[in-house]
Nanobody
Framework: QVQLVESGGGLVQAGGSLRLSCAASGRTFSSSAMGWFRQAPGKERELVAAIRWSGTVLYYTDSVKGRFTISVDNAKNTVYLQMNNLKPEDTAGYYC????????WGQGTQVTVSS
């Protein structure tokens, strides 16, 4: 019903930047907010940032405050995550999803930050 496609990940050096995109297709009208999540090996999935489709930012996890910026483009049904000053601890698979309801997870996009 809803497809989520993440893109924009890659390998960067510490201090570098990436811009992730999450394109949502299908019937997304039931979703009022979207989030970016990440999961590194051996760790729980973590909510990184959340935003309403209206553009109101709801949340940033403490470790990314001041470095990451979440945004949306309603016309394109797309959520972005601008990541600046990346650190090795940001290395993870990054995924987007609705906060409620939760859609089927996409494949994510890998972010690897080298030191």
């Amino acid at each position: 019903q809803v497809q989520l496609v993440e893109s924009g990940g890659g390998l960067v050096q510490a201090g570098g930047s990436l811009r992730l995109s999450c394109a949502a297709s299908g019937r997304t009208f039931s979703s009022s907010a979207m989030g970016w999540f990440r999961q590194a090996p051996g760790k729980e999935r973590e909510l990184v940032a959340a935003i309403r489709w209206s553009g109101t930012v709801l949340y940033y996890t403490d470790s990314v405050k001041g470095r990451f910026t979440i945004s949306v483009d309603n016309a394109k049904n797309t959520v972005y995550l601008q990541m600046n000053n990346l650190k090795p601890e940001d290395t993870a698979g990054y995924y987007c999803n609705s906060r409620a309801p939760t859609y089927s997870w996409g494949q994510g996009t890998q972010v690897t930050v080298s030191s």
